[in-house]
């Protein structure tokens, strides 16, 4: 079993930059690939970025236009989602999952994971 928790949150404006933080606890860390998606109001859940179980490979969607990073400290167990700057159009919720094996595939698809967090809302006024 793996617990996630988000933070970082809240009301921003646009241009802002945005550090998200996931806090796993639980099961090996180093074992799990993870991964961050969000969902706006009234949409679906969208895949935003994933990273491997070492941090040494990352994979992103090809709509967030390489505007979001996501890393991760294995000694912390934290994973973490970067972007310089904010837009309304990011406003959403966000979630971090986690996903159990060191294959390097399918990080947009929201089924392979076996674990995800509460989310953690982020709103972006201009």
């Known amino acids: 079993q793996v617990q996630l928790v988000e933070s970082g949150g809240g009301l921003m404006q646009a241009g802002d930059p945005l550090t998200l933080s996931c806090a796993a606890s639980?099961?090996?860390?180093?074992?799990?690939?993870m991964g961050w998606f969000r969902q706006a109001p009234g949409k679906e859940r969208e895949f935003v970025g994933g990273?491997?179980?070492?941090?040494?490979?990352?994979y992103y969607s090809d709509s967030m236009e390489a505007r979001f990073t996501v890393s991760r400290d294995n000694a912390k167990t934290t994973v973490y989602l970067r972007t310089n700057s904010l837009k309304p159009e990011d406003t959403a919720v966000y979630y971090c999952?986690?996903?159990?094996?060191?294959?390097?595939?399918?990080?947009?698809?929201?089924?392979?994971?076996?674990?995800w967090g509460q989310g953690t809302q982020v709103t972006v006024y201009s």
């Open positions: 990273v491997n179980w070492s941090g040494t490979y990352s």
């Open positions: 999952a986690a996903r159990l094996g060191r294959y390097q595939r399918d990080y947009e698809k929201a089924g392979t994971y076996d674990y």
């Open positions: 639980g099961r090996n860390f180093n074992d799990y690939a």
